[in-house]
Structures are given as C-alpha cells and as structure tokens.
C-alpha cells in the first residue's frame, strides 16, 4: 500500500518521520522541518490534499480531525474509490480510522499506526463495535468483486440487527475462517437477507436485499486462427459460460500464445470483459505441454502443441479443467484456480 503522512507543526513532523520510516511511506511536512527523505509541502494546504489524495492508497494525518475534515471534503467520493484516511493527534495517544474504513483499508492501517507509536486506536464502524463480520473486509482480503452494491448497506444493516442473513458459497468459500457461525441457517424462506459468494450465475431473491461477493478464479485458454472477429470470440465464450452457469464476471485473465499479442479479436475480447491478457511464449508452453493432447497441425502452425489449454493451466497455476472445447477455428480452454485467495494484512507488512 502506498501511503502519504502528512503533519504541519514541528512536533507533529517527528512522530509522522516515525511513522513514514516503519510504513516506508512518503513524508510531507512544511518545509522547515523537512528532512532529506521527505517531502516539502507547498502552497495552500487543502490545494495540496486534493492533488495528493488520489495518488495515495492511504494517507495518515498528524494533526486535528477538523483540519482533515475540511481539507478532503472536497475530494470525497464513495466508500469504494476513497483512499484510506487515518488521523493522529500531535501527542500520539490516538490512532483514528476516519474514511473508508473497511474497503479502503483505514481502520487496519489505524491499527498499523496504533502498533508503531503505542496510540490507542479508534475504530467506529458498526460491525467492528457489534463484533459482526464486515462483507466490505472480506471482499477485499479475498479479491472478491461485490455485485449489487446499491443492497450492501442493507445487507450489511441486517448483520448489525442481528437478523437472519442466508449465506449460499461455492465450496472454497466455505472454508473462510469468518463464515463459520453464518452457515447454520439453510432456511431461505426466512431469511432477512441474502449473501452470494460464487462463480455461478444467480436468480435474484424474490423481495430480499442480496449482495453477491463474486471470485476472479476462472482463467481462459484460448487458440484461434489468425484474424478472428470479437464477434465469434465473445459467443463462444459466452454461451460456453452460459451452458457451465458461470459468471463472466468471474474471469481473472485471458491467457494465449505470445505471437497472438497483434489479434485485434482478442485485444478487444479481454477489453470488453475487462481482464488482463496473459502470453507465454512457446518455451513456457512447452514446459507443459506433455500435460495435454498434442495437435500436429497447431504444432506445425505456430510451433508447440497445444495452447489453449497449457495457457490457461499456466495462468491458473495449475488449476482444475472445466471445460474444453473447439468451434470453428477457435479453441477454448477454461480453468478453475482452486483454493482461496487471502491477502489479507501483506499490505501492511
């Protein structure tokens, strides 16, 4: 995470050079009291927020919550886009978690500070003082994409009531740590609320707010002969994904043979999903490729096997086979990447 500390007064300017030293931050202070390693600030205080502020993961203040207050209100957007914004008084004594808390990763990074100066840190959203799992955190420990954002503040409503929230997961999901005393209710006539943390395609509760934390772990494989259209791409993929009941939403990358990098059909299919391209180079997929069925005419085409399908197990590190199929000059491979994914405090570490 690539944090900004920020003070003003010459005693708030040392305890932010303790603290930019431990998170291997950048420093800003007014420039009598900067130091070789930090940086000057310039000009007009909340000018200079506004230009720093999106150009930071998070930022910590050491000065009054008032001044900070006033210096971001102009620069706020929303709970998912917001850096994290943390607030130290000059003394030390406390660490506040004051924006995005739980997405943008305030309310740890208010422990992280806490831990370095021996601050009291403050933390005032609700499931943190109710003691309930925040589905914000869990998405973002996970690399979970929340669908139906406009129902989390619903959703998230009914955790802090104490009402009943029906959990319906795909497997791995099922071994996260935190869900273990959420998965008792199977009734879903009598749920208040509906949590969805899966790769498949799902129909809407009926009158029920639901939130959907949807997994990036499908890569696709794919091979195709030169100058293929978007249009024959996309259909492929998509009715495949249709037939299998998976989301397109859960595709993580698209992954090829390097001398496919100028295909415009591809270029355009991984714009319009919105993934990352992944090329091996024949070398990479010859690594792999005694895995799978070897094709002599791709062999003698391009100079290696097989590409969809020693792709798409590269770039799923040696995930599980969903499907695999060929349709007029294409050939598609998809993988599954088994296992859950946690990144949890690596980004303050």
Same mark, same amino acid.
């Given at each position: ?13 040392? $305890? ?133 954002? @406009? ?19 795909? @497997? ?90 100028? @295909? ?11 993934? &990352? ?7 990479? $997929?010859?690594?792999? @490729?005694?895995?799978? &069925? ?56």
């Amino acid at each position: 995470m690539k944090v900004a500390i920020i003070a003003l007064t010459k005693n708030a300017s040392k $305890l932010a050079n303790e603290i930019g030293q431990k998170l291997k931050g950048d420093v800003y202070v007014k420039e009598k009291y900067s130091t070789p390693e930090g940086y000057a600030i310039e000009g007009d205080f909340i000018d200079f927020v506004h230009k720093i502020f999106r150009k930071y993961q998070g930022l910590v203040f050491v000065m009054a919550t008032g001044i900070v207050v006033r210096a971001i209100a102009g620069v706020v957007k929303d709970k998912f886009t917001d850096p994290a914004v943390v607030v130290v008084d000059e003394k030390g004594k406390f660490a506040i978690s004051l924006l995005s808390g739980h997405v943008g990763g305030a309310n740890r990074l208010a422990l992280k500070v806490a831990s370095i100066i021996g601050a009291q840190p403050v933390i005032t959203t609700a499931t943190d003082v109710e003691g309930v799992i925040s589905l914000d955190v869990i998405a973002k420990d996970y690399g979970y994409q929340i669908e139906n954002k @406009e129902d989390l503040k619903k959703v998230s409503a009914a955790f802090v009531n104490g009402e009943n929230i029906r959990f319906i997961l795909d @497997e791995d999901a099922e071994k996260i740590p935190l869900l273990k005393d959420y998965l008792k209710n199977r009734d879903d006539r009598h749920a208040d609320a509906f949590v969805y943390i899966t790769d498949k395609e799902i129909k809407k509760p009926l009158e029920k707010p639901y939130v959907i934390l949807r997994p990036k772990n499908i890569v696709i494989g794919l091979g195709c002969k030169k100058g293929i259209a978007f249009e024959d791409l996309f259909l492929f993929v998509s009715e495949t994904f249709k037939k299998l009941n998976l989301s397109l939403k859960s595709i993580k990358s698209i992954a090829t043979i390097d001398i496919k990098k100028e @295909e415009k059909g591809i270029q355009h299919l991984a714009k319009f999903l919105k993934v &990352p391209l992944v090329f091996y180079t024949k070398e990479d $997929l010859k690594k792999v @490729e005694d895995k799978f &069925p070897i094709s002599d005419f791709v062999f003698h085409t391009v100079g290696v096997g097989s590409v969809a399908r020693p792709s798409a197990y590269l770039a799923s590190s040696g995930g599980k086979e969903i499907a695999y199929l060929k349709k007029n000059g294409m050939t598609l491979a998809i993988y599954k990447k088994e296992g859950l994914t946690w990144d949890g405090l690596k980004s303050w570490e």
